[in-house]
């Protein structure tokens, strides 16, 4: 296999305290987590702390949708590794990647998330006191609920995340996310880490990215920090000088997709860089005439090049650049998406502010649905999914996508649009408020300002403005009135 950009995962980590019955791996008869005579104590359940400390027992498999675990303890000191493919993991207390063992080297802990779900109801830390780390990758998801959690926790801590593909989401506030005690490092290349949108998140962000603690690509891409298209939210992502389309860990349509990258400057002013490109659905490519990934493209200086996919598959990609040097050719990073029916996409429209006229209010809905139509034809329908009391709002036509409602009191009212392709389903929501007249719907925009004048707040400078000014004309409120003239 070509030498390429390899993450790798160190992450350790130690707690004391008393624990309940304990259930260690063994891997005794296969490699799956639901077989109790691969554990010293069966299957763990909710009150049992699972441990795995042998880099000589096969790596553990998760095979099971709704398993538990009160504690999770990979590379217990002497190595250990767990790997999520399917189903889906919840530990209730801590989980702890590498325990205690400081600069283990092979005999670090290794958790792997690439497909499924691992729920981490407490903290997670990865390198406590020793080495260990967790990689997500393809579709897995890994979700930290509760208290702060760290990457080279203390002094002896030695742990790395790598965000291969899939997302890691940190849920709890403030800051949720510790860095600095020992080493840390986080490396994103395809993948998606989130936080919550706080001060203290941002600035452990920016200090970590102007640090290097956080990279993208082991440190030849740009890591791509987002605090606004989420709400609460910080969307951290990486980005590799080449801009691949379809991006690191995307979905296209399944068919007739392009590849498209951003050639460097060439070495030699006038001479066109020149690529060789693979393509394939195996990450594992040619070395000296093995083929594992079809090589579609040789020294030839494109930029893209169109390629077939069916549907439901992942593919792999790489692009290899050849200066016209001695160091011919360099190796790029491999590129993954997936080939897929893609959900729709749904705007709902813009928010909209509107006010009472004899008693009600109509508002246009102006939606729009994009949908790849790899499928059949996608269905829409409305709901009204808030509204100040029930039946205040009525919608003209549920099932079309440019309808209108009409609303029958003031408050505010959430109208939801859902579009169903047989297969995914893709929503949003517009939010409208509605007022008792047109001046008190102005006042709820930001920037009113009110009109110099306007003495009785009814967005109208008339008479009534008058009469006011007349009745307190010459009148004095202040401590020294006496000296007014």
């Given amino acids: 296999m070509k030498d390429r950009i390899v993450l790798c995962l160190c992450l350790c ?8 019955a304990d259930t ?23 009150d049992q702390k699972a441990i795995f400390s042998s880099t000589t027992v096969p790596v553990c498999v998760m095979d099971m949708v709704g398993a538990q675990a009160k504690q999770l303890a990979v590379g217990d000191n002497s190595g250990g590794s767990l790997r999520l493919v399917a189903g889906d993991l919840t530990v209730v207390d801590w989980s702890i990647i590498g325990y205690a063992q400081a600069n283990a080297g092979d005999q670090a802990g290794h958790l792997i998330v690439e497909g499924g779900t691992l729920n981490c109801q407490a903290r997670l830390y990865i390198g406590f006191q020793g080495e260990g780390d967790l990689t997500v990758d393809k579709d897995g998801v ?46 994103l290349s395809g993948g998606t880490l989130t936080l919550t949108n706080s001060s203290q998140n941002r600035d452990t962000m920016d200090k ?37 389309v379809p991006v690191d860990g995307g979905r296209v349509s399944a068919g007739s997709a392009e590849l498209k990258w951003t050639p460097p400057d060439p070495c030699q002013p006038g001479k066109p860089v020149a690529f060789d490109v693979y393509f394939g659905t195996s990450p594992d490519f040619p070395v000296g005439g093995s083929v594992q990934t079809p090589q579609i493209a040789k020294q030839k200086s494109i930029s893209s090049i169109v390629v077939q996919t069916k549907p439901k598959t992942r593919y792999y990609w790489a692009v290899d650049t050849y200066f016209g040097n001695a ?74 996508e440019n309808t209108t409602v009409t609303l029958q009191a003031t408050g ?51 008479d009534a403005d008058l009469a006011i000014l007349q009745a307190n004309w010459l009148k004095c409120n202040a401590l020294d009135c006496n000296d007014v003239k």
């Fill in 208 to 244: 970590a990215i102007t640090d290097r603690i956080i990279t993208a690509y082991d440190g030849a891409g740009r890591v791509i920090v987002d605090t606004t298209s989420t709400v609460g939210r910080i969307v951290i992502t990486g980005l590799h000088p080449f801009e691949p």
């Fill in 24 to 46: 260690r791996w063994t891997g005794a008869v296969s490699d799956l987590w639901s077989d109790p005579a691969n554990w010293s104590n069966g299957v763990p359940n909710a």
């Fill in 327 to 400: 160091k011919d050719p360099v190796f790029g990073p491999i590129f993954s998406f997936v080939a897929d029916n893609l959900v729709p996409t749904v705007k709902a429209g813009d928010d909209v502010v509107t006010w009472l006229k004899n008693g009600s209010a109509e508002v246009a809905l102006k939606a729009t649905i994009t949908d790849d139509g790899f499928l059949s034809p996608y269905t829409a329908k409305w709901t009204v999914a808030g509204e100040p009391s029930p039946g205040m709002a009525a919608i003209a036509d549920p099932k079309a």
């Fill in 412 to 462: 505010q009212y959430d109208l939801k649009l859902e579009a169903n392709d047989g297969e995914y389903t893709g929503s949003d929501t517009v939010t409208i408020n509605v007022f008792a007249n047109g001046c008190e719907a102005a006042k709820s925009l930001p920037g009113y300002q009110p009109l110099p004048g306007d003495l009785n707040g009814d967005c109208v400078v008339n």
């Fill in 142 to 187: 890994v979700n930290v609920y509760n208290q702060a959690s760290g990457i080279g926790q203390e002094k002896t801590g030695n742990g790395s995340l790598y965000v291969k593909g899939g997302t890691i989401n940190y849920w709890a506030g403030g800051a949720s996310l510790g860095l600095y005690t020992g080493k840390a490092h986080i490396d």
């Fill in 13 to 20: 980590l130690g707690l004391g305290g008393v624990l309940g």
